[in-house]
């Protein structure tokens, strides 16, 4: 299924783009037709720029009808059209106010008559009347991060206390998630580029589910109330892969193991690569590396983290590395070691001498 050996891949956070290219991200930016269209390709030809030696900016003279920001880590639309409130800033991401809302539940078909929604297929129809076809898509999030924007932290709560109510308050999320998904990808041919753009780096569209907020839970509750949106989903979706930004993704290693497949999985900084490795032997890692330690790290420093998780996880077939949000404090050398050091590592024929090597360059 994959494209390149051992992918790379960065996320620019707004503060980046706002400072070095003048670009604003209003409402606009996400829902105008002309604004789309126009903002993806300065952000392709600005990444060529920068970084076109290592791939980067390949779509840099195509104007493509992007239905949704895939230069951005940024998922609201979903939590939007439900009725939080969603604040849009020249130079930071969509910021989503909690609703807290009383009651566990949603108006599924009331958020498709919003006037996000009805935004949102202006946005549509415009781009695929003028170009015939549309390209890209929408970071949709996740059940529990969706759930949590709407009811609020009294939803840890009401799944301690049993509520029910909760079951079915996650139920509505899921099918509304899938309905949605099931448009996307008919529209557009893929459905998570927009949640991490190592998904362009395979042959099939790669469908994966945010669970940022799962850190959050115990790997109990995950069990009982949520693994089953991802067993239908791995069953009905694949490759089916987890996006799971926060620093302990190893603590659901033996969890994830039980799901029927898990053909991706995108792990936060901080954990532990070999341990996911042991329970996950033939999913696909994506290696995360934190925005905010790579600004504190010298460029040596870059290169030993990213040789020392690349080795943990074993195969350069199943292994990806992405750096995501980094801010207007990031300097260019940083990210060129990133893509240095997985330039090195797809050429070593065994990791094992690699990570040794490394290690005695070090001392």
Known sequence: ????????????????????????????????????????????????????????GADRDKKRPELGAVHLAAGFFLSEILGCRVEYTENHPPLVHCDNREKLQ?????????????????????????????????????????????????????????????????DEIHQLL????????????????????????????LMLHSECSHTMISCEDYERYLMKYDILWAKHNRPFGIHYCGNDPHRYAETFAKLPVLDFLDLGWGGDVALLRKHLPDTFFNIRISPVELTRMDTVEVKNAVRKLVTDSGDPFLTGVCCINMDDTVTDDKIDAIFETVEEMRGMSEWSSFAKASEDKSE
């Open 1 to 56: 299924m994959l494209k390149q050996k051992l992918p790379v891949d960065i996320v620019l956070a707004p503060e980046w783009w706002h400072k070095n290219t003048g670009i604003t991200f209003d409402r606009d930016f996400f829902f105008h037709p002309a604004r789309r269209v126009e903002c993806e390709q300065k952000m392709e030809q600005t990444l060529y720029e920068r970084w076109g030696r290592y791939g980067l």
């Open 106 to 170: 949603v108006n599924a078909e009331g958020a498709t008559r919003s006037g996000t929604y009805k935004d949102f297929e202006s946005l549509y129809d415009a781009l695929q009347k003028k170009y015939g076809y549309l390209t890209g898509d929408i970071n949709w999030g996740g059940v529990l991060n969706i759930a949590l924007d709407i009811r609020g932290q009294q939803l840890f709560l009401d799944m301690a206390l049993g509520d029910e109510n909760v079951q079915g308050f996650f």
């Open 178 to 205: 899938s309905r949605f998904l099931s448009l996307v990808e008919r529209s557009t041919g893929s459905t998570s580029v927009s949640v991490n753009r190592v998904a362009r780096y395979f042959d099939r569209p």
